[in-house]
């Protein structure tokens, strides 16, 4: 059996990551990466699902053995990918997808020359904009500080190997599969 | 409009190269790369189809204007690929599709780093063998000849950007269309 692909996924927020995503992980060739933190759960939350929850020590204690592909400390709480499921999961040939903004891509850039880095961008950032103001859900200050974020974070988008631009959605989709597809078809030059 | 991808394909005969690409070639934004050549034309064929016919003079006078984009003189004729269509093409947004043998591809290879090389090859030589046996169309002698050829061809393989494994022919034509697709996805690294 063939390893798998380990996917690194950013995208500001209003790209539509999530939806693209959705519809990806519904193959179960493809594996989520759940990201692993020490912040309290919230109402509803479930440890494993929408992250690992662990205490201090033994977030520290994965620090301390190599078990966090990468980490950062954000308000007082610990966030970090652990490194055990990715790895065994390529192994059984299955896709990781690792969810991650870009700074954490850009460490996981040096660790795992291994990975395919994936930037989500909207069509524009005018377009980026409307579709925030069309939801109505945020004030405009929120929304132009959204809109602020995002510009910054597009700045990285020349360091991923692709961006898919989801301007329409089913495109978007199609061409996140196209690369997983043409990846497993490429030629590892070493 | 984005421009179109120079697309370079090699395979060993027998390998379904003919077949994926016409199926490709169904879509319009494909342009297939014609070759010249001085030899004389063959019952049925046509000039522009199969070959531009030239004479030696207009050939090395298209070789003195750097018109080919590669070359070779094979039994006394030469072959080559225009250059002028191709560019057309590509600046047309239409993706090219340049089919050649090995040597020729990495010539190209070397003049055109803007190309994605794509070889196609069979699941195993021994399964090549099996498919030429099965046909029933030339004698064994013939037969081993196109496979030791297909041998030394494959060795070139790694030298490819990407390898498409003729197994089920679909998924060889899903393959194909995927790397196209996340080509235009890529991120120019200059």
Do not use: W
């Not at 692709?162 to 597809?181: G, H, Q, T």
């Amino acid at each position: 059996m063939s390893k798998g692909l380990l996917i690194v996924v950013s995208a500001p927020s209003g790209c539509g990551k999530g939806t693209i995503l959705g519809e990806v992980l519904k193959d179960p060739a493809y594996y989520y990466s759940v990201s692993a933190t020490t912040r309290a759960p919230r109402e509803g939350e479930v440890n494993g699902v929408q992250y690992h929850f662990l205490t201090r020590e033994q977030f520290e204690e994965n620090i301390a053995q190599d078990m966090m592909l990468e980490y950062a400390e954000y308000c007082g709480n610990y966030y970090g990918t652990p490194l055990a499921p990715i790895n065994e999961n390529l192994e059984n040939g299955r896709n990781v997808i690792l969810e991650i903004e870009v700074q954490g891509a850009m460490q996981v850039r040096k660790l795992r020359p291994d990975a395919v880095f994936v930037f989500i961008a909207p069509p524009s950032v005018e377009t980026l904009r409307e579709r925030l103001v069309g939801r109505g859900t945020e004030p405009l200050d929120v929304i132009e500080e959204r809109v602020a974020q995002a510009e910054r974070e597009i700045g990285f988008a020349q360091q991923y190997d692709y961006i898919v631009v989801n301007d329409v959605l089913e495109e978007a989709i199609s061409d996140f599969k196209a690369i997983v597809r043409a990846e497993s078809c490429k030629v590892k030059q070493d």
